[in-house]
Nanobody, 115 residues
Framework: QVQLVESGGGLVQPGGSLRLSCVASRSIFSISPMGWYRQVPGKQRELVARIFSGGTTNYADSVKGRFTISRDNAKNTVYLQMNSLKREDTAVYYC?????????WGQGTQVTVSS
């Protein structure tokens, strides 16, 4: 079992940056992939970015070139660096981990992009 705790959300102006962190309750060395999803009211949760244990990354087309996912196995932490934020990036962002046959989710962190 894995508990995930996100942090780093908040209010930012368009064009600004935020870095989200997701700390796992145990080693993430063998957890693959780990990722970030987001959800707005009335819509399905969507994949933003994910990273595999070997370092391979995938991004949603809408965030390519602006967001970067990374992992620090020594700190049991996955990061999402978000640059050039747009109003349409406003959502609750969730950390996700696949460990064995199970998927685990954090509680979510709100990101609001507004002037």
């Amino acid at each position: 079992q894995v508990q995930l705790v996100e942090s780093g959300g908040g209010l930012v102006q368009p064009g600004g940056s935020l870095r989200l962190s997701c700390v796992a309750s145990r080693s993430i060395f063998s957890i693959s992939p780990m990722g970030w999803y987001r959800q707005v009211p009335g819509k399905q949760r969507e994949l933003v970015a994910r990273i595999f244990s070997g370092g391979t990354t995938n991004y949603a087309d809408s965030v390519k070139g602006r967001f970067t996912i990374s992992r620090d196995n020594a700190k049991n932490t996955v990061y999402l660096q978000m640059n050039s934020l747009k109003r349409e990036d406003t959502a609750v962002y969730y950390c996700n981990a696949f460990a064995g046959a199970n998927a685990y989710w954090g509680q979510g962190t709100q990101v609001t992009v507004s002037s």
